[in-house]
Every structure is written in structure tokens, then in C-alpha cells.
Nanobody, 122 residues
Framework: QVQPVESGGGLVQAGGSLTLDCTASGRYFSSYAMAWFRQAPGKEREFVAAISWDGGTPDYADSVKGRFTISRDNAKNLMTLQMNSLTPEDTAVYYC???????????????WGQGTQVTVSS
């Protein structure tokens, strides 16, 4: 029903910042819970952050809490992940996901983007 598309990935130095965007068309974008996941080389995909349909219940993995901020602008069909104080351990492919359900840390999301690469150099 929706096709998330990520953008904003790239190369950044440690300590720097980067903002990822996830866009999706559709009248009912605002009905979907959204989340970010990431997969580092040689590791399983892991939860990063999630946000409810109304943006009222943001949730973060401990590894990014205090550094990353998830937000959404339903009028623009846009979800963002602002990443600050990046470290090489943040290097991964970042995926946007959506589901017509409450947000959560599980990976049972229905719609996934193809990912955007974030590389943090030391």
C-alpha cells in the first residue's frame, strides 16, 4: 500500500551529523507507524527508532538514545532520522519501515525501503 523510500545517506566523519529522510506517497501515510532499522556488515538487522502514527510515542534503541531523533511530518509524507554524534559503530545500511499497527521494536513491519548507506569514518 505504501512504498517507503530512504534518502540522505552518505559519508560523514565521526562526531558529525546526518539526517535521513523516508518518504512515501499515499493518502493514508499518517495512519502508519514508522520505524528505522539498520544492518551493519556481518551483523543482523537491528532496531534503531520508531514513531507512532501521530508522532506521540517515539522510541529509541539504547545505542542511539540521546543522539538520534526520529520525527515525522504527515502533511509532507515524511519521516526523518536526525543523527548526531555519529561513531563508526553507526555505519550500516539504514532501512525505513512502515506498518498499519502500533509502532514497536519488532521487525514485523509490512513495508520496507531498500535502504540507504551510512558510513561513519574514524
Amino acid at each position: 500500500q505504501v512504498q517507503p523510500v530512504e534518502s540522505g545517506g552518505g559519508l560523514v566523519q565521526a562526531g558529525g551529523s546526518l539526517t535521513l529522510d523516508c518518504t512515501a506517497s499515499g493518502r493514508y501515510f499518517s495512519s502508519y507507524a514508522m520505524a528505522w532499522f539498520r544492518q551493519a556488515p556481518g551483523k543482523e538487522r537491528e532496531f534503531v527508532a520508531a514513531i507512532s502514527w501521530d508522532g506521540g510515542t517515539p522510541d529509541y534503541a539504547d545505542s542511539v538514545k540521546g543522539r538520534f531523533t526520529i520525527s515525522r511530518d504527515n502533511a509532507k509524507n515524511l519521516m526523518t532520522l536526525q543523527m548526531n554524534s555519529l561513531t563508526p559503530e553507526d555505519t550500516a545500511v539504514y532501512y525505513c519501515a512502515a506498518r498499519l499497527a502500533i509502532s514497536g521494536r519488532g521487525q514485523s513491519y509490512d513495508y520496507w525501503g531498500q535502504g540507504t548507506q551510512v558510513t561513519v569514518s574514524s
